[in-house]
T-cell receptor, first 115, second 111 residues
């Protein structure tokens, strides 16, 4: 595997379900990100982790719970979601957050549908 | 007012045309500017980045930044059907790692 991988690629869940999204980066990076991409809206930054420590939490509802067990893996735990949470969830990684040039490498995303 | 404004399109052009994609921004603290390309069912990938006002060229692509007007552009020369994608502008400042993205412009290049 190379780059940033995400599983599953597609997920359909009911409002009462609990599921998790997984992201893995194979680039040796120290920072990882979760973004939400909805139709006709800019990418919304949800969470930033640097060296497994959360450094940014953009007022995301508590039904989204991130976990970063190590610098290569990032999870997004989902529970009691709402239909408006249906979107493409993108994971990204970068060398670190302490760089003025911060190229972020994205995974292919998980297409989430909440029924 | 949104921090970054980008016309969502869609923009449809014939093959070989010159394409101009634009973003305006309101935060004068932005120091670096990027263009990402996103194909259908894929994540965004970095296409161009620049720090300063002026032009930066890479093959058929030219990124232009005008900090005084808070305006950035991406030009694509001799556009190809393979350029059909959504183009996202992004910008950031300092060393927080936080990028602010535009809405994205969907481009279709017709053979």
């Amino acid at each position: 595997e190379t780059g940033v991988t995400q599983t599953p690629r597609h997920l359909v869940m009911g409002m009462t379900n609990k599921k998790s999204l997984k992201c893995e980066q194979h680039l040796g990076h120290n920072a990882m990100y979760w973004y939400k991409q909805s139709a006709k809206k800019p990418l919304e930054l949800m969470f930033v982790y640097s060296l497994e420590e959360r450094v940014e939490n953009n007022s995301v509802p508590s039904r989204f719970s991130p976990e970063c067990p190590n610098s290569s893996h990032l999870f997004l735990h989902l529970h009691t979601l709402q239909p408006e949470d249906s979107a493409l969830y993108l994971c990204a990684s970068s060398q670190g957050v302490g760089y003025s040039y911060n190229e972020q490498f994205f995974g292919p995303g998980t297409r989430l549908t909440v029924l | 007012q949104k921090e970054v404004e980008q016309d969502p399109g869609p923009l449809s052009v014939p093959e070989g045309a010159i394409v101009s994609l634009n973003c305006t921004y309101s935060n004068s603290a932005f120091q670096y500017f990027m263009w990402y390309r996103q194909y259908s069912r894929k994540g965004p990938e970095l296409l161009m980045y620049t720090y300063s006002s002026g032009n930066k060229e890479d093959g058929r692509f030219t990124a232009q930044v005008d900090k005084s007007s808070k305006y950035i552009s991406l030009f694509i020369r001799d556009s190809q059907p393979s350029d059909s994608a959504t183009y996202l502008c992004a910008m950031g400042s300092g060393n927080t790692g936080k990028l602010i993205f535009g809405q994205g412009t969907t481009l279709q290049v017709k053979p």
